[in-house]
Nanobody
Framework: QVQLVESGGGLVQPGGSLRLSCVASGFTLDTYVIAWFRQAPGKEREFVAAAGWSGRNLYYADSVKGRFTISTDNAKNTVYLQMNSLKPEDTAVYYC?????????????????WGQGTQVTVSS
């Protein structure tokens, strides 16, 4: 019943843009901390961006600050990750995650619900 479904991934050239979406069901996102993580082949899952309750307290990893924007649409129960100026280093499977509350907003083990992931590949 509780489900997060990501979409919007794909293949883009360096410098390009993508907008990822994550639709929640079984709960309302505005009462949860919502985050994006990513995992590249052979690497651990890493924090990308998060938004507090009702989209407050936006927080970004240093590697994406100024390029990525997390936002929420409460009416659609959806969280977005707008990714601009993409770099090859951004290539990964991107996951959305939700938690009732967190300590740091950045730790994988703080999140209760996870989507299935969507592949983002930045390459020429």
């Amino acid at each position: 019943q509780v489900q997060l479904v990501e979409s919007g991934g794909g293949l883009v050239q360096p410098g390009g843009s993508l907008r990822l979406s994550c639709v929640a069901s079984g709960f309302t996102l505005d009462t949860y901390v919502i985050a994006w993580f990513r995992q590249a082949p052979g690497k651990e899952r890493e924090f990308v961006a998060a938004a507090g309750w009702s989209g407050r307290n936006l927080y970004y990893a240093d590697s994406v600050k100024g390029r990525f924007t997390i936002s929420t649409d409460n009416a659609k129960n959806t969280v977005y990750l707008q990714m601009n100026s993409l770099k090859p280093e951004d290539t990964a499977v991107y996951y959305c995650a939700a938690a009732r509350t967190t300590r740091t907003m950045t730790a994988v083990d703080e999140y209760d619900y996870w989507g299935q992931g969507t592949q983002v590949t930045v390459s020429s």
